[in-house]
Structure formats: C-alpha cells, structure tokens
C-alpha cells in the first residue's frame, strides 16, 4: 500500500540549532516533493518544492534533500528560531493517480528559547 | 493580494440540510482542490480539478460534490451532510507547474449535529 511518514510527531530542539525532518514514502512514483508550513487552525503555507531530478534545494534557513532511491526527504531548518514553531508537512505530488498532492501526517516542531 | 478564498470561515448545520462551501482565487490557476483535516489522519483530498469542467475524485469523496463552471472558483457541496463530515475543510490552488507549490485558503470549520 501506499504510505507517506515523517519520522516523529513530535521534534523539540534548543534555538540556535538545526532542526530536521523526515520524510519517507513507499508506492509512489512522485513528480515533485512539497515542503509546507502549518499553524494551528491556519492553511498550510508553501516552503519549497523539490523535483525527482534534483538532489538539494536551499531557500535562506531552509534546505531540502531528495532521494529517490531511499525514497526519503530530509528538510533542515538551520540557526532555529522560536517562531519556527509550527507543524511541518511533507506532501507528494505524485503520478499514481492523476495530479494528486498527497500529504505526510507532519511533524510538530518546537523550538525553545 | 494573492489568494485562495473560502465562504464561510466557520459553520454549524443540521444532518440533511444541502450546504455549499466558496473557494475562489484569484491568481488564474488552473489547478483547484479541497481537503479535509480531522485530528491523527491528517489532510486528505476529497475532489481536484486540473481545469474547467475538468474534475476528479481525491481520497475521500463519498458524501461530498464540485463543479468547475469557471477557472477561479471551486465550490464545495454537501447533498446530505452527515455528522462524520465535521471536519476542517481547505481549499487549494496551484500553477499547471506547481513550480510555486499549493496556495490553501484560510479554511472552513464545519460543524454536523
């Protein structure tokens, strides 16, 4: 079957380090991986996007790895700030089944002061 | 200002009585879709359209209809809704590409007694 996990519920760290996050899929053949920002109660916001053919994606604090092979996704957060609290989701937009972004249950990142 | 637009933000109905969820944007994509977000199994996709008249089901559509007359709106139907369709309902939108990701709309908060 199909399955789209990310490593952990839960990641708390200490401000100022590097936070990462995992995400790992199986029976996909993905087009694209999505990297997206959610706070509670609000929409997902889009962080950044990575094709099949491309192996690392930076954008400022951000930087996103891709490997086809383990198919896994691996998205750093570099000199973490407290207002990069959120729950982080990962998402497939995927060639299974039509143009379907299909989503990871998301990681909830707590930075501490 | 970019955006995807969903009416109402909130509601509370009754089982049985026929609603309809907006969703416009405004950035002429050509891709649409709706999710729902219930606590422990994360967003699903309910419809997504790749284009006018162009519609198809997502991972949970029972219980649920679109249409897609125009490019910028999306409009999400409960025939009958049901109290198991108390959820958080989003809709999204995205380029033909989606070199620049999903945008999501700030979200509806539907409630079935």
């Known amino acids: 079957s199909q399955k789209i996990e990310q490593n952990s519920e839960a990641l708390n760290i200490q401000e100022g380090k590097t936070a990462t996050l995992t995400c790992n899929y199986t029976?996909?053949?993905?087009?694209?991986l999505q990297w997206y920002r959610q706070d509670p109660g609000r929409g997902p916001v889009f962080l950044l996007l990575?094709?099949?053919?491309?192996k690392e994606k930076r954008k400022e604090r951000l930087k996103v790895t891709f490997d086809t092979t383990l198919k896994q996704s691996l998205f750093h957060i570099t000199a973490s700030q407290p207002a990069d609290s959120a729950t982080y989701l990962c998402?497939?937009?995927?060639?299974?089944?039509?143009?379907?972004?299909?989503f990871g249950g998301g990681t909830r990142l707590m930075v501490k002061p | 200002e970019a955006q995807v637009t969903q009416n109402p933000r909130y509601l509370i109905t009754v089982t049985g009585k026929k609603l309809t969820v907006t969703c416009s944007q405004n950035?002429?994509?050509?891709?649409m879709s709706w999710y729902r977000q219930d606590p422990g199994l994360g967003l699903r996709q309910i419809y997504y359209?790749?284009?006018?008249?162009?519609?198809d089901k997502g991972d949970v559509p029972e219980g649920y209809k679109v249409s897609r007359k125009e490019k910028r709106n999306f409009p999400l139907i409960l025939e009958s809704p049901s109290p198991n369709q108390t959820s958080l309902y989003f809709c999204?939108?995205?380029?033909?590409?989606?070199?620049?990701?999903?945008?999501f709309g700030s979200g509806t908060r539907l409630t079935v007694v």
């Open positions: 359209s790749m284009n006018v008249e162009v519609t």
């Open positions: 029976n996909y053949s993905p087009a694209y």
């Open positions: 999204a939108s995205s380029r033909r590409d989606r070199a620049d990701g999903y945008t």
């Open positions: 998402a497939l937009d995927h060639n299974n089944a039509g143009n379907m972004l299909t």
């Open positions: 950035m002429n994509h050509e891709y």
């Open positions: 990575i094709r099949e053919n491309e």
